[in-house]
């Protein structure tokens, strides 16, 4: 036998954990785009930048800051993400075969 899956089980408190799962991934995607953004520009661009002579050699300063806040990004998506894994737990109370 199968097993079904009925909707009518979903109560209020297990759609506030999905709302709660489904935010926690979005803000795992909004810092891991911010974690690499900052990495692009303090990494790629700006070293780029002052080899070719676009930008001036001052701008070789804004490099720490960024990659500080790149890791502060990262490590704020690490947690976003370690939040959604514990609130995957309430796919089980509805949906017992979540790993298909």
Do not use: Q
Request: net charge negative; with cysteine; hydrophobic share 55%.
């Amino acid at each position: 036998m199968e097993p079904t899956i009925d909707p009518h089980v979903i109560g209020i408190e297990s759609w506030s954990e999905l709302g709660s799962l489904l935010r926690s991934l979005w803000l795992v995607v909004l810092f891991v785009v911010l974690f690499a953004s900052n990495m692009i520009l303090g990494h790629i661009m700006i070293p780029s930048f002052v080899m070719s002579g676009h930008v001036p050699e001052s701008f070789s300063k804004a490099r720490p800051p960024l990659y500080v806040l790149a890791v502060l990004c990262f490590a704020v998506a690490m947690f976003f993400l370690s939040r959604a894994v514990d609130f995957a737990g309430v796919l089980r109370d509805f949906w017992p075969d979540y790993w298909i």
